[in-house]
């Protein structure tokens, strides 16, 4: 099975992606990460960086090598979870994943901001966390500075809203006409957002 998972920033994505990978058990790739992973000396590292920290999409040629040579891997060949693809229709001249079903996991832009607000990263462990939904003694045992993304500060946050509601909102009406979407309300919490994806899986 080939799914793939649209929504705004910090829609829920990456938690509904682990959740899924561990449901049907194929792995969730979130390009992202890919990207923010690209080793240094890696020919694109620079360029990938630069669009990166300025909140832009990385060149679509580039980023297509980047996933098909992931979804190479003998891991995928059951299917995989693709988190981050297909933010503008223009993406599937470059690799069409051939999907079954495509979620979309749907926020105010409002509540993205308040979320990415919140975002850090953990500087020695390099987990993210959400200080809005920490205690003051969680943010204190850390065991290093929380630091924010170059690519969460809000100027950067912004303009990847403006991307997606742009680019990407054609890309969930495409999979709509087809019939392959499924919709669901991703202000719930985890839990509530998951019980509804599944219910609507098996419809
Ligand atoms: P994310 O972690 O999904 O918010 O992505 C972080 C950044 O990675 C984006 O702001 C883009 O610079 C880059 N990126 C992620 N996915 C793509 C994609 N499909 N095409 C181009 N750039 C991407």
């Known amino acids: 099975m080939i799914i793939i998972i649209l929504g705004p920033q910090a829609s829920g994505k990456d938690t509904q992606g682990l959740k899924l990978q561990k449901e049907f058990n194929i792995p969730l790739i979130p390009v992202g990460d890919l990207l923010r992973k690209l080793p240094e000396d890696h020919p694109e590292y620079k360029n990938v960086r630069k669009a990166m920290n300025a909140g832009e999409l990385v060149d679509y040629a580039v980023t297509a090598k980047v ?4 979804l190479s891997l003998p891991d995928c060949a059951n299917g995989y979870i693709l988190d981050g693809w297909g933010r503008i229709i223009e993406q599937f001249d470059f690799f069409d994943p051939d999907v ?4 979309y996991l749907n926020i105010p832009r ?3 901001l308040r979320r990415i607000s919140g975002r850090r990263i953990c500087e020695p462990t390099g987990e993210i966390v959400n200080i809005l939904t920490m205690t003051p ?11 924010q993304r170059e690519d969460d500060k809000e100027e950067a946050v912004n303009r990847r809203l403006d991307i997606f509601e742009k680019e990407t909102k054609p ?3 495409w999979y709509r006409n087809q019939g392959k979407l ?12 998951f019980a509804e994806i599944m219910a609507k ?3």
Do not use: F, H, N
């Not at 003694?137 to 630091?147: D, F, K, Q, S, T």
């Not at 499924?182 to 957002?193: A, Q, R």
């Open 201 to 203: 899986i098996k419809q």
């Open 67 to 70: 996933i098909k040579d992931r």
């Open 171 to 173: 890309v969930i009406e």
């Open 110 to 112: 409002a509540e993205s």
């Open 137 to 147: 003694e969680e943010i204190e045992a850390c065991p290093g500075p929380l630091v």
């Open 100 to 103: 079954d079903l495509a979620i």
């Open 182 to 193: 499924i919709e669901v309300d991703g202000t719930k919490d985890p839990e509530g957002v």
